[in-house]
C-alpha cells in the first residue's frame, strides 16, 4: 500500500461548491496558482488545498476513517 501524508486539490476560485465541499471534508486553501491551467483556451487561476494526515483527527474526513469508511493508509 502506498503511504500519503499529504493530499493536494486545486480548485477555480469562483467554483463555490468545489471549494465548500474541499473545506467540509478538512482541506485548507493554502495559495492562488496564478494562470495554472489553460481552459477553453484561456489562462485561469486556480487556489492550491491541500490536508496532512496529522489534520484529519477531528475533521469530518477524520470521521469517516474512524467508521472505518475511509481509510488514510
Do not use: C
Request: aromatic share 6%; glycine share 10%.
Amino acid at each position: 500500500p502506498v503511504t500519503l501524508h499529504r493530499v493536494e486539490a486545486t480548485v477555480r476560485p469562483e467554483n463555490a461548491a468545489s471549494r465548500a465541499v474541499l473545506a467540509k471534508v478538512g482541506f485548507r486553501e493554502e495559495g492562488l496558482l496564478r494562470r495554472y491551467l489553460d481552459v477553453d483556451g484561456a489562462w485561469r487561476d486556480h487556489l492550491l488545498v491541500a490536508l496532512t494526515v496529522e489534520e484529519i483527527e477531528g475533521s469530518v474526513t477524520g470521521g469517516l476513517v474512524q467508521r472505518g469508511l475511509a481509510r488514510w493508509a
